[in-house]
């Protein structure tokens, strides 16, 4: 069984940076692809970024790409999210999930079998 713990979330002014973490534990964590989604009051959970096991290869939406970078660090069994230029449409719940996730599945919930608890994001204008 895997267990996720996210930390680092806060308030935040526009235009700000903020770097997230999600700490594994558990299982072959190494082995599974890790991932982000966010979640805003009334919307549904949304697929931010993710990276498949060696950390080779990552994968953004569009309203993220070039403002935030996800990396991991597979000694500690840590995956990072960095976000720059914050804005208040970043504001939300930001999840951290481990599964066997593929390529063709990155950015879809179901590929994802363990989940944190979530870490609260806000960004003040």
């Known amino acids: 069984q895997v267990q996720l713990v996210e930390s680092g979330g806060g308030l935040v002014q526009v235009g700000d940076s903020l770097k997230l973490s999600c700490a594994a534990s558990?299982?072959?964590?190494?082995?599974?692809?890790m991932s982000w989604f966010r979640q805003s009051p009334g919307k549904e959970r949304e697929f931010v970024a993710a990276?498949?096991?060696?950390?080779?290869?990552?994968y953004y939406a569009d309203s993220v790409k070039g403002r935030f970078s996800i990396s991991r660090d597979r000694a500690r069994s840590v995956i990072y999210l960095q976000m720059n230029s914050l804005q208040p449409e970043d504001t939300a719940v930001y999840y951290c999930?481990?599964?066997?996730?593929?390529?063709?599945?990155?950015?879809?919930?179901?590929?994802?079998?363990?989940w944190g608890q979530g870490t609260q994001v806000t960004v003040s204008s």
């Open positions: 558990g299982g072959a964590v190494n082995s599974y692809s």
């Open positions: 990276i498949r096991p060696s950390g080779g290869s990552t």
């Open positions: 999930a481990a599964g066997r996730a593929i390529t063709s599945t990155v950015a879809t919930q179901r590929a994802y079998n363990y």
